[in-house]
């Protein structure tokens, strides 16, 4: 199994900057896939970033330039740094994990809310 610990988040300002943590416990071999996703109240879950096993990563198209996630190898934690927040990105931020190849190994943080004031 696999444990997603979250940390970071809170309230940030407009302009400003937040950086969310995600400490990967267990067999961690079960995801070669890591991203953040975020939810709104009634709406659907979204990704925001996704980094893969080899270095690769994609950005929804709202938080390139801004937003980079990475992957700290010495205490296998992935990292959102968050820059120039908008009130838009308010949202409850997940963490998640997976593998390319068994889509029965999908697993999530427990969320953390950022809330960006105008």
């Known amino acids: 199994q696999v444990e997603l610990v979250e940390s970071g988040g809170g309230l940030g300002q407009t302009g400003g900057s937040l950086r969310l943590s995600c400490k990967r416990n267990?067999?961690?071999?079960?995801?070669?896939?890591m991203g953040w996703y975020r939810q709104l109240p009634g709406k659907q879950r979204e990704m925001v970033a996704t980094?893969?096993?080899?270095?690769?990563?994609e950005y929804t198209e709202s938080v390139k330039g801004r937003f980079l996630i990475w992957l700290d190898d010495a205490d296998d934690t992935i990292y959102l740094e968050m820059r120039d927040l908008k009130p838009e990105d308010t949202a409850v931020y997940y963490c998640?994990?997976?593998?390319?190849?068994?889509?029965?190994?999908?697993?999530w943080g427990q969320g953390t809310q950022v809330t960006v004031s105008a």
């Open positions: 998640n994990g997976r593998h390319s190849s068994r889509s029965d190994w999908n697993y």
């Open positions: 267990g067999d961690i071999l079960r995801t070669n896939i």
């Open positions: 980094l893969t096993r080899g270095g690769t990563s």
